[in-house]
């Protein structure tokens, strides 16, 4: 009788390694943001100021770019759909034209710290809140 318990302990001991080894294996989080740059199309469905170039590029847990006048900064995870943007720093220069570039500027970061989710399709990258689009971003070249 001893052999069959022998088997049946080994057994359950290496199905259970395997099932431990399953929760590390393959749980490691992909980012699919890291490594891309992006060039804003709209700001809540509305065309950014002619002239004005918003960028996003995401690196590392990092989003930099061109907020249309100063550069900016944030830290950010995204898991699964969801994204959280947090502690952004702007660099503090003022511009006067074209008129509106810094209430446009102002909007960009607040629906950027705003976003909650986030979607890629047919090429772009789009901010929503609420299932709403924030922000709409199509590839950097």
Known sequence: MRPRWTMAIAAAGIV???LAGCNGVGSA??????????RLLSLEG??????????????????????????YSASYNVIGNTINI????????????????MDQEQRFVSLLGSSDSYELLDGQLRLLQSDQVLLAFATQH
Not at 46 to 71: R, W, Y
Not at 86 to 101: F, S, Y
């Open 16 to 18: 259970g390694l395997a």
């Open 29 to 38: 989080q992909v980012d699919p943001l890291d490594g891309t740059s992006w």
């Open 86 to 101: 947090r502690e952004i720093q702007l660099t503090l220069m003022a511009c006067v034209l074209p008129e509106g570039a």
């Open 46 to 71: 509305g065309d950014p100021l002619a002239g004005i170039e918003i960028t996003a590029t995401f690196e590392h847990g990092s989003v930099h770019g061109s907020s249309g006048c100063n550069s």
